[in-house]
Nanobody
Framework: QVQLVESGGGLVQAGGSLRLSCAASGRTFRSYSLGWFRQAPGKERKFVAAVDWSGGYRDYADSVKGRFTISRDSAKNTVYLQMNSLKPEDTAVYYC????????????????????WGQGTQVTVSS
């Protein structure tokens, strides 16, 4: 079992930055591919970014490319999402997710591919 706890959300003006963190506990973190998703009120959960277990391969939704960066620190069992140039349409609850995998260089961008989820952290971007 893996437990995930997000932090770092908050209220920020458009154009500002936030860094989300997701701390994992439980089983070893190293064999897990990790992702960030977001869900706005009344909408489905959508893919934001993912990183493979090595940290060397990353994938991003088109809407955040060039603005968001996903990274992981396996020594700290933590995955980060650096969010720059935030827009009001980035407002949502952000969730981190993990899936155990034997495949290197593999990222996952569908919610149903993930086994473990955090509780979410609210990000609100004001115009």
């Amino acid at each position: 079992q893996v437990q995930l706890v997000e932090s770092g959300g908050g209220l920020v003006q458009a154009g500002g930055s936030l860094r989300l963190s997701c701390a994992a506990s439980g089983r070893t973190f190293r064999s897990y591919s990790l992702g960030w998703f977001r869900q706005a009120p009344g909408k489905e959960r959508k893919f934001v970014a993912a990183v493979d277990w090595s940290g060397g391969y990353r994938d991003y939704a088109d809407s955040v490319k060039g603005r968001f960066t996903i990274s992981r620190d396996s020594a700290k069992n933590t995955v980060y999402l650096q969010m720059n140039s935030l827009k009001p349409e980035d407002t949502a609850v952000y969730y981190c997710a993990a899936v155990e995998t034997v495949y290197a260089s593999r990222t996952y961008n569908r919610p149903d591919e993930y086994n473990y989820w955090g509780q979410g952290t609210q990000v609100t971007v004001s115009s």
